[in-house]
């Protein structure tokens, strides 16, 4: 990660270095800070019981809606937000997948827009509402721009960047950042810099990682192997 006191964090005894690596840095996630879900991931697998005896007591929609409220509120330990978004996709996936309307991507545009022009407290409520709603928005765009028939394992390049997603997510901390700051330079630090930054520094890192993965895969397998945490 590129912070300030890399070396000294690691002068901690070893429980607190521990705990610093895989639970909490101060900042409620662990160090890898991009990869959170995987610690949340690990403790909703070791309850995954529990939750299953709850949706059969209570009912799956119950249970979801339970979470939803305790998201609002501070618990120690559980990643309640982790667990709202796993007993959703368990309770309501194959329901989901028949949503044929433009209505969800309409309401969540105009969270978007409403979002933009009164930067309000009030969103940090609705975050799960509108993350949901965009989801469901790419859904909907997907299934009406890509046809049932596709089948991307006849796609020769399109397979071969999709396998290097998770390579990508994994190191564009801190890569991304040098990507960015180097399309700053041509530009004056200006407006058009900044945006153009923005916008062009994910397709280009995407771009320049696959090649990366690609060069270790072939000639490096072993350390592609470690580096992906043998996934």
């Excluded at 979002?115 to 790419?138: D, H, K, N």
């Excluded at 998770?166 to 058009?192: D, G, Q």
């Excluded at 520094?201 to 192997?225: E, N, Q």
């Amino acid at each position: 990660m590129n912070t300030k006191g890399f070396s000294e964090n690691f002068e901690k005894p070893l429980l607190e270095l521990g705990y610093f690596l895989f639970w909490d840095a101060g900042n409620g996630s662990p160090y890898a800070f991009h990869l959170w879900f995987l610690r949340d991931l690990i403790l909703i697998v070791v309850l995954t019981p529990l939750f299953y005896v709850m949706n059969k007591w209570m009912g799956k929609a119950i249970v979801c809606g339970l979470f939803f409220v305790l998201d609002y509120f501070s618990i120690p330990v559980l990643p309640i937000y982790g667990i709202f978004w796993f007993l959703l996709g368990a309770c309501f996936l194959d329901k989901f997948s028949g949503i044929k309307s433009f209505g969800v991507p309409i309401v969540f545009l105009l969270f978007c827009v409403l979002e933009m022009i009164f930067p309000v407290f009030i969103w940090e409520y609705l975050q799960i509402p509108i993350i949901l709603s965009g989801i469901l928005s790419f859904w909907t765009l997907y299934d009406k721009l890509v046809p049932a028939t596709f089948d991307l394992g006849r796609h020769k390049h399109w397979m071969t960047f999709c396998s290097f997603t998770f390579f990508i997510y994994l190191y564009h901390e801190p890569t991304l950042n040098v990507v960015r700051k180097l399309l700053v330079v041509p530009f004056p630090h200006s407006s058009f810099g900044f945006a153009f930054s923005y916008l062009a520094s994910p397709w280009l890192f995407a771009l320049i990682w696959v090649g990366v993965g690609i060069v270790f895969k072939r000639h490096f397998p072993r350390i592609y192997g470690i580096c992906m945490g043998g996934r």
